[in-house]
């Protein structure tokens, strides 16, 4: 989502790094480069001026333009205010002291409500709190449906009514029924209007006064830029918000209403929606986000999802052969590609990694309908064939074509796309990132998937 604005002030912040010495008008002239940038991905125009105005003042001052290095200088202080600018610390859910922590989820119509309460849900099941779902959208039926579905996926009971009209008693009765099964966080799941209106602030008023909510969590849709910040004011104005879940991130909005959200109603952003699968929420984290933008790798956050997803045991088992004897064959790219899968998008994955080439990471891509196929084919091969890709010949590869009941093309295609994974592996190894992350030659203990990290 930051693409373009992350290539632009990497452009200007590269040619800053690469000058010995800087001058005030040199600083300007960048200054205004990333002004550009700042607009162009839809950050608010008052909030865009006030951030250069900061960085300005710092970098023309605290001896910066002195300083030996002054291009990483300028770096650290764009990368400081963007963490200011994007809320400086991580604001996690806060937990109700006593009973249930009741999460109450609004927002306009389709901007993710629903799924968002069900990742929510299985969030907070992974941490203990045996939460419990409620359809508070009591004006489509099947917008219980879709929550009783979403509830079955992630394991989590829903709480729901179809005959109750009254949202405020519903929201009541899901608390005490919460309270009754001793669930430790209580999920409401409000229904949308087209926009903010008196009669859906009323309701939602009403719920709010009936439970008493320990956080009232707006979901806004990122694509919609800066109606997202305006919607954000509304309904802050009228409810009083703790915190922003900004979704769709994953789609190619410019990013603009994640760096101005909180900048423009002090309201911080809890959690970002990454995709449309019921894993796909982030905590939201300035400090990395700012590292994102700034390309500098959102390790973190990977190290979470790694988490979240790995197999543990075959991770290790495949960081064993890559990172102390430097195997990689079709076996463990199969093992990988199968783990890749539960990640979700490779391409997202892999563009947290800090200097990950963009166009190897859209050859790299794994096409969930594919792994069945490549599995076939893996499969086909003899034990021999999978540990020495090499000597698979022509003859060979039409064997295990038919065994496979693929084409010819499709397993020199799969071969293609193993010797690129090779290459991957070889070159985050080279990038020390095996290391790094737990594992490779030195690393110290542990284990992890190659190049990827495993946290224990
Ligand atoms: N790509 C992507 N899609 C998302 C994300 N969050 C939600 N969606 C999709 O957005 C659409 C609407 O999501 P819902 O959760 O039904 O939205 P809602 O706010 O509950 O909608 P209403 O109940 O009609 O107001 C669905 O197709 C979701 O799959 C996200 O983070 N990324
Ligand atoms: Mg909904």
Not at 49 to 78: C, H, M, N, T, Y
Request: proline fraction near 4%; hydrophobic fraction near 40%; charge should be positive.
């Amino acid at each position: 989502m930051f693409d373009e604005l992350s290539e632009k002030l990497d452009g200007v912040l590269g040619r800053f790094k690469q000058r010995g010495l800087l001058t005030e008008s040199m600083i300007d002239d960048g200054l205004r480069e990333i002004r550009r940038a700042l607009l162009e991905a839809d950050v608010n125009y008052q909030l865009a001026r006030d951030f250069l105005d900061r960085v300005r003042e710092r970098a023309v001052g605290e001896q910066v333009l002195k300083s030996v290095r002054p291009g990483e200088q300028v770096v650290k202080i764009v990368h400081d205010e963007l963490v200011e600018l994007l809320g400086q610390d991580r604001q996690g859910l806060v937990t109700a002291p006593a009973g249930p922590t009741v999460v109450l989820l609004v927002g306009l119509q389709g901007s993710g409500k629903t799924t968002t309460a069900a990742k929510l849900a299985r969030r907070l099941g992974r941490e203990g709190k045996k939460p419990l779902l409620a359809a508070l959208d009591v004006y489509r039926p099947a917008a219980i449906d879709q929550l009783e579905t979403l509830g079955g996926q992630v394991g989590v009971p829903v709480f729901s009514d179809r005959r109750e009209r009254d949202v405020a008693r519903l929201a009541e009765r899901a608390l005490e029924q919460a309270r009754a099964d001793r669930h430790r966080a209580l999920i409401l799941d409000s229904a949308g209007r087209l926009q903010i209106d008196e009669q859906l602030m009323d309701e939602l008023r009403r719920v709010k006064s009936a439970v008493e909510p320990t956080e009232v969590l707006l979901v806004a849709d990122a694509m919609t830029g800066q109606e997202a910040v305006r919607i954000s004011e509304g309904f802050h104005e009228a409810l009083g918000l703790t915190g922003v879940v900004l979704t769709k991130l994953d789609g190619d909005a410019r990013g603009g209403a994640a760096l101005s959200i909180k900048g423009m109603t002090g309201v911080p952003i809890k959690f970002v929606g990454v995709g449309e699968r019921v894993d796909a929420l982030d905590a939201f984290d300035p400090q990395r986000m700012a590292d994102r933008i700034l390309q500098r790798g959102d390790v973190v956050g990977l190290v979470e999802r790694a988490q979240q997803a790995f197999d543990v045991d075959e991770a290790e088992r495949l960081q064993k052969r890559v990172a102390e004897e430097g195997k990689f064959d079709l076996q463990d790219f199969l093992g990988a590609l199968r783990q890749m899968q539960k990640l979700g998008p490779l391409e997202g994955l892999l563009g947290m990694i800090p200097g990950m080439d963009k166009k190897m990471l859209k050859n790299a891509k794994v096409d969930p309908k594919r792994l069945k196929h490549i599995e076939a084919i893996v499969l086909s091969m003899t034990p021999q064939e999978r540990a020495k890709p090499q000597i698979l010949n022509g003859s060979r590869r039409a064997r295990i074509a038919r065994g496979s009941g693929r084409s010819v093309q499709e397993v020199n295609q799969l071969m293609k796309q193993f010797q690129q994974m090779q290459k991957m592996m070889k070159q985050m190894r080279k990038m020390g990132l095996g290391g790094m992350m737990g594992g490779g030659p030195g690393g110290g203990a542990g284990g992890g998937f190659p190049g990827l990290p495993i946290p224990r």
